[in-house]
């Protein structure tokens, strides 16, 4: 995702209309590694901003992955996530708390059959690592470990 003030441009470029609440919305997405969901972006902005609607946070999380700007996953953490990171790269999903990571990978052995049965031509490869983060890891050891109390994501 480019920087807040490219994508005020990229925005006006295009014929979009750039409020004070998209800009906040901006610049929380920018250079975010938690991979937030529409929830925890509208929670962020709300803090400043009280009147901000999630449907808002959603037409313009939506907008920006349209342009490219941000990749939408569904990693099986429950809600969508959003990826401010459109370069190449995989994902460590902790099945305890939901937290997402970015990870470089290289699996050069993952190939597709050219000769595939339906004809498939593969653009890209993802990969989705599903464990345990390193806190849940931590407090797993812990003897007054309770589930529910996992259920936070971590960021
Ligand atoms: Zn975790
Ligand atoms: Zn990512």
Redesign the pocket.
């Known amino acids: 995702m480019r920087s807040p003030d490219q994508l005020v441009t990229a925005f006006r470029s295009s014929g979009r209309k750039v409020t004070p609440q998209r800009e906040r919305i901006f610049s929380i997405l920018h250079d975010n590694?938690s991979?937030p969901t529409a929830e925890s972006v509208h929670a962020a902005v709300v803090a400043d901003m009280p009147s901000v609607s999630l449907r808002t946070v959603y037409a313009t999380l939506h907008e920006l992955a349209e342009m490219g700007e941000l990749?939408q996953?569904q990693l099986g953490t429950g809600s969508a996530?959003f990826?401010p990171?459109v370069g190449d790269?995989?994902?460590l999903v902790c099945d305890d708390c939901g937290a997402?990571?970015?990870i470089g990978a290289r699996f050069p052995g993952v190939r597709l059959d050219p000769d595939n049965p339906y004809g498939f031509v593969a653009d890209a490869t993802e990969i989705v690592f599903r464990g345990r983060c390193r806190d849940c890891l931590a407090t797993e050891t812990h003897p007054m470990r309770n589930k529910q109390q996992g259920a936070t994501p971590h960021g």
């Open positions: 590694p991979h990749r996953l996530r990826d990171n790269h995989h994902h997402v990571q970015d």
